[in-house]
């Protein structure tokens, strides 16, 4: 094997650990970046879970304003009618 031979292998090997570096670096950060996705996506799916739970204490106050409204009526009602009297 000449120099020349020897030198050009050199300079390829070289080149091609660059490049091998450039791509592990590259699937470093495309792991960190499925990283964060896989993150949200776990948030997200608790998401539907909490708005569940949400909706759920939303009715729970809307009936329970509305009894509140429905007794304040009668309390009213009542209290024009013992004023009349």
């Known amino acids: 094997m000449s120099l020349v031979q020897r030198d050009s292998i050199k300079q390829i090997i070289e080149e091609m650990t660059v490049e091998m570096e450039h791509l592990k670096s590259e699937i470093k950060n495309q792991e960190n970046t499925l990283a964060e996705h ?10 539907s ?8 204490e939303n009715l729970l106050l809307k009936k329970h304003l509305a009894s509140f ?6 309390f009213e009602t009542d209290f024009e009618s013992v004023r009349k009297d």
């Open 38 to 47: 896989e993150q949200k996506l776990r948030q997200f799916s608790t998401y």
């Open 49 to 56: 879970d909490r708005l569940e739970v949400l909706e759920s």
């Open 69 to 74: 409204a429905g007794a304040n009526i009668f």
